[in-house]
Structure formats: structure tokens, C-alpha cells
């Protein structure tokens, strides 16, 4: 099995969790007579795309910082983040990072 399909498959399983997480957040919420049958639709959607900025935090903050790592970042964030200790350890790789120059002299870029 190649990483590409690995990758297409981690995806698509994250995909497939945030549909199941919509549709079953859609029909949680009790139904008042006087409630809107999109009411819940329209929580599930505001819940899973909270959900999904949470999830990719650390990619997001290694995009905005443009870390030399962005993209192992992003790949690590999709195949470990789901583990609280994988997105923990990816978050604190996103923002932690030390780059050395060629100068040899030793920051923590962030991008302006």
C-alpha cells in the first residue's frame, strides 16, 4: 500500500466521521413545535466546521507561521491528530520550531 493511498484513505475517513458527527448532531436536539426543522442542521454544520478548525490548528498555525515543515505537519495532523497525544505532539511541533539560519544563528520565525 502506497502513502498516497494511505493518505486517500485517512481523508476519506475524516470526511465520512464529520458527515456521521453532522448528521447525527442534525437529530439530537429535541423538536419544539414552534422550532425550525433547520435549526438542527444548521448547529451540526456550525459544530462540525468548529470541529474542523479545531482539528487542523496545528496546520493552520504552521501555514500562518510558514513553517519549513507545513506539509509533514498537515500529514502527521491527519494520520496522528485524531489521538489527543498526536495532536498535542503535532501542535507544539507546529509551535515550537527553531530554525537555525545559515549564519548559524538560531530563531523562531514567525511570519508578519
Same mark, same amino acid.
Not at 18 to 47: C, N, R
Not at 60 to 74: D, K, P, V
Given at each position: 500500500? @502506497? /502513502?498516497? %493511498?494511505?493518505?486517500?484513505?485517512? &481523508?476519506?475517513?475524516?470526511?465520512?466521521?464529520? =458527515?456521521? +458527527? $453532522?448528521? #447525527?448532531?442534525?437529530?439530537?436536539?429535541?423538536?419544539?413545535? @414552534? /422550532?425550525? %426543522?433547520?435549526?438542527?442542521?444548521? &448547529?451540526?454544520?456550525?459544530?462540525?466546521?468548529? =470541529?474542523? +478548525? $479545531?482539528? #487542523?490548528?496545528?496546520?493552520?498555525?504552521?501555514?500562518?507561521?510558514?513553517?519549513?515543515?507545513?506539509?509533514?505537519?498537515?500529514?502527521?495532523?491527519?494520520?496522528?491528530?485524531?489521538?489527543?497525544?498526536g495532536w498535542l505532539a503535532v501542535l507544539s511541533f507546529a509551535v515550537l520550531a527553531i530554525h537555525?539560519?545559515?549564519?548559524?544563528?538560531?530563531?523562531?520565525?514567525?511570519?508578519?
Amino acid at each position: 500500500m @502506497s /502513502s498516497n %493511498s494511505c493518505t486517500q484513505n485517512t &481523508f476519506h475517513w475524516c470526511v465520512l466521521s464529520a =458527515l456521521s +458527527l $453532522l448528521i #447525527f448532531s442534525s437529530g439530537a436536539h429535541a423538536q419544539t413545535p @414552534s /422550532s425550525s %426543522s433547520s435549526y438542527g442542521t444548521i &448547529f451540526g454544520l456550525i459544530t462540525v466546521g468548529f =470541529l474542523a +478548525l $479545531l482539528y #487542523f490548528a496545528p496546520s493552520i498555525i504552521a501555514w500562518r507561521r510558514n513553517h519549513e515543515n507545513r506539509w509533514l505537519i498537515l500529514l502527521l495532523n491527519v494520520v496522528l491528530g485524531w489521538t489527543v497525544i498526536g495532536w498535542l505532539a503535532v501542535l507544539s511541533f507546529a509551535v515550537l520550531a527553531i530554525h537555525i539560519t545559515k549564519e548559524g544563528k538560531i530563531v523562531n520565525k514567525v511570519r508578519t
